[in-house]
């Protein structure tokens, strides 16, 4: 399964392990902000990082875009993110029966 629909299926569900959150590229500079489309927000405190923004999709790719930023934008362009992400621990994704 490739990148892509790792992060649709989990992102669907309205989680994303630990793991992948590592794993998603943080969103930097867009030449229209207008394009970035909100999936959920994030507020994790993991063991060798902190989380607090949103993943946010723009064209194909799905990001992370802390909150500082979010911020920074909302006088220019309106946040509109309906759900929060669960973020599944790596402890609670293999205490999870396999099905």
């Keep these: 399964m490739d990148w892509s629909q790792i992060m649709i299926r989990s992102l669907n569900e309205g989680s994303i392990r630990e ?4 794993q998603v590229p943080v969103l930097k500079n867009v030449e229209n902000w207008n394009e970035v ?3 959920g927000k994030v507020d994790f405190h993991g063991k060798h990082s902190d989380y ?6 723009y064209g194909a790719s799905y990001f992370f875009l802390p909150n500082a930023r979010i911020n920074a934008l909302s006088v220019y362009r309106k946040w509109n993110f309906k759900k929060t992400l669960k973020v599944v621990t790596e402890a609670e994704h293999k205490k999870k029966p396999a099905g």
Excluded: F, M, R, S
């Excluded at 793991?19 to 590592?22: G, M, P, T």
């Excluded at 607090?52 to 999709?57: D, L, N, R, T």
């Design 37 to 39: 489309k909100e999936v």
């Design 52 to 57: 607090k923004g949103a993943i946010v999709q």
């Design 19 to 22: 793991l992948h959150l590592y």
